[in-house]
T-cell receptor, first 113, second 115 residues
Framework: RKEVEQDPGPFNVPEGATVAFNCTYSNSASQSFFWYRQDCRKEPKLLMSVYSSGNEDGRFTAQLNRASQYISLLIRDSKLSDSATYLC??????????????FGKGTKLSVKP | EPEVTQTPSHQVTQMGQEVILRCVPISNHLYFYWYRQILGQKVEFLVSFYNNEISEKSEIFDDQFSVERPDGSNFTLKIRSTKLEDSAMYFC?????????????FGPGTRLTVL
């Protein structure tokens, strides 16, 4: 069974705060990991891929722990424009699969002035 | 920057009617997908398409659904007889071929409302 679990939030934080989101996935066959951002009634947009070594993109840092099947996203110095729903996404490639994305329900972030 | 496009942005239809949702994937991409998102719920995989055939489909993708790549650019999702519960956002996505290129790029979606 393929499941991705996230805390739905909402996370209400002031501008400048640091906020962390966590995600767990159930299928150890997962091979690729992503954080997508989704604004209200818009399409998911790739925020960053997540690698075992951890990776950083400006104010955003993602970590992957394959042994615990756990993914995290850290946002530093939150901006008003960071307000969105953050989707944890895993990709399964096995057998004949072409890599279908499995989405979590998302964590809603609201950054306040 | 190339983008996935979808038309129409909003489709309203009566229950039992057929609808066709259209997508133009990014031009050098070879894998195509449809996902849907019912309001307030998570994005769910429907079907993947490669080399002019379905490569995988979910339980949601029953006999009422079909996909087609009628020409070199369009990728369509047809729902033969819509039901109320088909009301959702439908997202098309595409990705290129090759190792290290498993990122999928999403179109803006078509909002389907079934009355």
């Amino acid at each position: 069974r393929k499941e991705v679990e996230q805390d739905p939030g909402p996370f209400n934080v002031p501008e400048g705060a640091t906020v962390a989101f966590n995600c767990t996935y159930s299928n150890s066959a997962s091979q690729s990991f992503f954080w997508y951002r989704q604004d209200c009634r818009k399409e998911p947009k790739l925020l960053m891929s997540v690698y075992s070594s951890g990776n950083e993109d400006g104010r955003f840092t993602a970590q992957l722990n394959r042994a615990s099947q756990y993914i995290s996203l850290l946002i530093r110095d939150s901006k008003l424009s960071d307000s969105a729903t953050y989707l944890c996404v895993v990709n399964f490639f096995y057998g004949g699969s072409q890599g279908n994305l499995i989405f979590g329900k998302g964590t809603k972030l609201s950054v306040k002035p | 920057e190339p983008e996935v496009t979808q038309t129409p942005s909003h489709q309203v239809t009566q229950m039992g009617q057929e609808v066709i949702l259209r997508c133009v994937p990014i031009s050098n991409h070879l894998y195509f997908y449809w996902y849907r998102q019912i309001l307030g719920q998570k994005v769910e995989f429907l079907v993947s398409f490669y080399n002019n055939e379905i490569s995988e489909k979910s339980e949601i993708f029953d006999d009422q659904f079909s996909v087609e790549r009628p020409d070199g650019s369009n990728f369509t999702l047809k729902i033969r007889s819509t039901k109320l519960e088909d009301s959702a956002m439908y997202f098309c996505a595409s990705r290129p071929q090759g190792s290290g290129t498993d990122t999928q790029y999403f179109g803006p979606g078509t909002r389907l409302t079934v009355l």
